[in-house]
């Protein structure tokens, strides 16, 4: 059930996209914005989709789901370039900047960005304040408080003194990564205007055990599936967990945190059970 509601919110969400991105055929940097959000597991919209459900909102959070992929392909196509993380090769293709060039990632990016807060202010979403709220939460999700922070620590630790310890990476990855699966998992209740305490938990256990579940694919995962060049976070000096806790530790942690994610769910009974499925996918996955 899992997977075919996952392809249900992936077909719904590259619909709206594609739709959006209909227009202007004839300059390359829409064809790079295409390209770039082509793809993708969409595990970020599911989360916006069942949290919606989950609050008896439904489809009316379609926008929201497709802007949180939008800045989430803005965030690879930066994290890609040269002066970032320096890869050529995303979801199996070339990454943009290696498709076109720099400065069309660079506007390709920023008009992903720029196209996501479009979205969160669709009429559809609902009141004008809960779309004002929604538009604040992503965008200190995805600014200096949240993935941009995260980034930053990330570059810095690559030439730092002394590697970082298990509670600056946690910290790091709280931003790098979570800070969108969080947003993600809250709009629902930003759009009910409900209470948003236990899908922060959820999402913070799934966050941290998303990101080490990366952290293994890099160490042990299939280049073939993974779509993108494995064993460079160890030869470019990333911070990541595998070196602290260890393979098989950082497996177990990841195993611990779905169970804290799944707990955390327990104030919505069976109607969570979407969302409990997604934090063990978050780990189970291979790509």
Known sequence: ??????????????????????????????HAMRYAVRGGKRL????VMESALLHGIGDMALPAAAAVECLHAYSLVHDDL???????????????HVK?????????GDALQALAFELCCDASLGPADRRVDLVAALARAAGAEGMVLGQALDIAAETAPEPLGLAEITALQAGKTGALIGFAAGAGAILAGAERGPLAAYAAALGLAFQIAD?????????AR??????????????????LLGLDGARRRARDLVAEAEAALAPYGDKADMLRAAARFAVARDA
């Open 1 to 30: 059930m899992f997977q075919a509601r996952l392809a249900e919110v992936q077909r719904a969400v590259d619909a709206m996209l594609g739709a959006r991105l209909a227009v202007r055929a004839d300059v390359p940097v829409v």
């Open 44 to 47: 970020r919209a599911f989360l």
């Open 215 to 223: 952290d293994i694919l890099d160490v042990a995962g299939d280049p």
């Open 82 to 96: 040269p002066a970032m993380d320096d890869d050529d090769l995303r979801r199996g293709q070339p990454t943009v």
């Open 226 to 243: 993974a779509g993108k060049r494995l064993g460079k976070d160890r030869s470019a000096g990333k911070a990541t967990f595998v070196p």
């Open 100 to 108: 076109w060039d720099e400065a069309t990632a660079v506007l390709a």
